[in-house]
């Protein structure tokens, strides 16, 4: 099972928004609504930000949300803010014997 | 609130071994499924492995299969990893994370523990 696609860099300035992309196949991201999406600071551990899709856990800003079309999910980021800069990774939940894939990362500027 | 604290990273030789502990705190541990993510220097994120709440489910990544073990002690709240036949692939820091089963999702982690594995 490959790894999700993710675009290796993305930029925006502060109080834009952008999207970022994790496309996988009709097993993982396009067969369910299993998709997550992970913020990571460097030397630090990752922590959720947007779960099943389009949820996000409790203290999480608004300004974060996800969404999925096809075997395509995105993570959009709102009023780019300094502290968004980060690495941001999606994950999918496949089947029972390839338990679940991440993708590759995408490293977030904010200019 | 959540803690886990993972811990047992060292520097080892290859076909050496290690065990990896994971002490958590501030939930229910024998209610929830347990993993253990690994970040090579500069890569990104590989599911290592899963165990159930219980124990009785148990998952491994094709990397690892047959060389590492996951365990748990309900009793003491802790997550293991025993590692056997290390190579130079598996140098990582290793995250224990709370797993919530449906849709697989981690939501909570460790703050990581580092394995080098070198002669």
């Known amino acids: 099972q490959s790894a999700l696609t993710q675009p290796a860099s993305v930029s925006g300035s502060l109080g834009q928004s952008i999207i970022i992309s994790c496309t996988g196949t009709?097993?993982?991201?396009?067969?369910?609504?299993?998709v997550s999406w992970y913020q990571q600071y460097p030397g630090r551990a990752p922590k959720l930000m947007i779960y099943?899709?389009?949820n996000r856990p409790s203290g999480i800003s608004n300004r974060f949300s996800g969404s999925k079309s096809g075997n395509t999910a995105s993570l959009t980021i709102s009023g780019l803010q300094a502290e968004d800069e980060a690495d941001y990774y999606c994950?999918?939940?496949?089947?029972?014997?390839?338990?679940?894939?991440f993708g590759g990362g995408t490293k977030l500027s904010v200019l | 609130e959540v803690q886990l604290l993972d811990s047992g990273g060292d520097l080892v030789q290859p076909g050496g071994s290690l065990r990896l502990s994971c002490a958590a705190s501030?939930?229910?541990?024998?209610?929830?499924?347990m993993s253990w993510v690994r970040q090579a220097p500069g890569k990104g994120l590989e599911w290592v492995s899963s165990?159930?709440?219980?124990?009785?489910?148990?998952y491994y990544a094709d990397s690892v299969k047959g060389r590492f073990t996951i365990s748990r002690d309900n009793s003491k709240n802790m997550l293991y990893l025993q590692m056997n036949s290390l190579r130079a692939e598996d140098t990582a820091v290793y995250y224990c994370?709370?797993?919530?089963?449906?849709?697989?999702?981690?939501?909570?982690w460790g703050q990581g523990t580092l394995v080098t594995v070198s002669s």
């Open positions: 994950s999918s939940y496949v089947n029972s014997n390839t338990f679940v894939i």
């Open positions: 009709s097993s993982d991201v396009g067969g369910h609504s299993y």
């Open positions: 099943d899709v389009s």
């Open positions: 994370a709370k797993l919530v089963t449906t849709g697989r999702k981690f939501d909570s």
């Open positions: 501030g939930f229910i541990f024998s209610g929830y499924a």
């Open positions: 165990i159930s709440d219980s124990g009785g489910s148990i």
